[in-house]
């Protein structure tokens, strides 16, 4: 069974940290361009931050450059999200999804999806 299963969430004072992880089960990531989109309530899910199948590609949307940073570990089958220096702004439930293709901002062209992982930064 294909999967992706994030981890990493939690409860965090603003200015902390948090890393999340982002496994795949089932097939190998190594083919995958890797997207973190987060969605709060009432709203579209956005992109967070995406990387490309070697890793050699990343981008991010404007609200974390700089506080944010994705990386991919192909041998354990995992992506990183590291956040630091977070806001409130920031809460959201956070989804990793697998492309077999390229990096994209939209939701649409990724083919897997996990189950998403809540972060709430808050004093």
């Known amino acids: 069974q294909l999967q992706l299963v994030e981890s990493g969430g939690g409860l965090v004072q603003p200015g902390g940290s948090l890393r999340l992880s982002c496994a795949a089960s089932g097939f190998t990531l190594d083919y995958y361009a890797i997207g973190w989109f987060r969605q709060v309530p009432g709203k579209e899910r956005e992109g967070v931050s995406c990387i490309s199948r070697s890793g050699g590609s990343t981008n991010y949307t404007d609200s974390v450059k700089g506080r944010f940073t994705i990386s991919r570990d192909n041998a354990k089958n995992t992506v990183y999200l590291q956040m630091n220096s977070l806001k409130p702004e920031d809460t959201a439930i956070y989804y990793c999804?697998?492309?077999?293709?390229?990096?994209?901002?939209?939701?649409?062209?990724?083919?897997?999806w996990g189950q998403g992982t809540q972060v709430t930064v808050s004093s």
């Open positions: 999804a697998a492309r077999r293709s390229s990096c994209s901002r939209y939701v649409s062209p990724y083919d897997y």
